[in-house]
């Protein structure tokens, strides 16, 4: 039997990026239950990539009840309905025989990793402020992706002068706009630029002098996605609820090092229930973004740990 709720957590401060602010983290658990085992999953609906909590409900209770893990691959498509089961059915599997999910895939136990702290969109002084908190952090993401950015990253770096920076614009800026600003990241120290131009105007990015390496977010899925982003990108950033599930993000990971690329492992703005699968696949990364419990102000039971080392493998109470 497949369960589907909705929940709901308050974040400690309202979250903005270029497309727009929240809250709360709007998650859906998903159940699978069968010979007395019971496994979860948590995904993060994403109106950007056409999802609502509904819409993935309804994809989710489509499925037959007795679905497995490698039927459930063709059954839907990459996406959040996808990660949700995807990850319960691993859980059931490492509840029912016993055994880590990072064991049933022939993974390495997993450790901590360093993480990422991210500072929302604001004002220049606001953004400060924030940075000025969290200057302790190695690893500070800071959302931009508007045509006003400089003084936002100077604002940062001014409050935190040691962190390595990651920028991440959401797809808010144009050639013009990424270009003017490049040469500056550099200068600023940072490390790695998320998804400068939109999904699909992204060509541009093959013509363009790349200072700091790019990584490619919103024009990244799944292994499908891959071939379209060589000569473009120079990072993937690998998010479950973009490529349906651990078992299609393992694969895109494999896949991703082969053609090249560098491995970002992302999250939405969901629970630690959510964080637990990512972490098996973040083991090797060169960034972990995997900071959203850190932003609400109420999780699950039995969260993931964080602190001096970073973020934790989850309990087996909570997951695998």
Known sequence: MITVTADSFALAQ?????????THAHVLTIRVSRDRVTGWGECVPYARYGESLDSVRAQIEGLPPGITRAALQSAL???AARNAVDAALWDWEAKATGRPAWQIAGLDAPGPLP??????????????????????RPLLKIKLGTPDDMPRLEAVRAGAPRPVIIV??????TPEVYADLAPHLKRLGVALVEQPLPAGADEALADMARPVPVCADESC?????????????DFVNIKLDKTGGLTEALATRKAARVAGFG?????????SLAMAPAVLVAQGAAFVDLDAPLLLREDRDQPIHYDAAGIH????????
């Not at 993480?115 to 302790?136: F, I, N």
Request: glycine content about 12%; aromatic content about 8%.
């Open 313 to 320: 493998p989850a309990p087996s109470q909570l997951w695998g």
């Open 77 to 79: 498509p990459p996406g």
């Open 168 to 173: 991440d614009a959401n797809e808010g800026w």
């Open 221 to 233: 899925f799944d292994r499908a996605s891959l071939p379209g982003l060589r000569g473009k990108y």
């Open 263 to 271: 491995i970002m492992v992302g999250c939405m703005v969901g629970s």
């Open 115 to 136: 993480v990422t702290y991210t500072l929302s969109l604001d004002t220049p002084q606001a953004m400060r402020a924030e940075a000025v908190k969290h200057a302790h």
């Open 14 to 22: 309202t979250f903005t990026i270029s497309r727009g602010s929240k």
